[in-house]
């Protein structure tokens, strides 16, 4: 993943729209864990990595501070993921012959321009 939804989301579904994966979930959707903002799937997003210059979601959201940087979707951070999952801070997919789809299964591409530090503050999307 590489993208989180705040708290400062404000249901407008301006990200959803843009969104070139449809990595983004409305509140109503049962696979969002949150019913009060959008949730985007870790094992979907794609930082829009060969789709555009910056996450389109971040660039159409009227909101700072709605979408924030995540860690990677890499096998460096699929503890980070699990523990995650866990936590109830994500609802990764399970595929039937596959399992659960953590990195290891796919990785996904992201912003290699991103810190880090960065991605472990979880920056505005919007500053970069």
Known sequence: MSVLITDECIICDACALECPVAAILDDSNEKNLN?????VKPETCVECVGHADLPRCAEACPTEGAIVW?????????EY???GQEEGKYNIRVHKKKGMMLP???SKPFRDDISIEDREAHMNVGQF
């Open 70 to 78: 995540d860690m990677p979707y890499t096998t460096d951070y699929e």
């Open 35 to 39: 019913d009060s903002k959008y949730y």
């Open 104 to 106: 290891s299964v796919k």
């Open 81 to 83: 993921y699990i523990a």
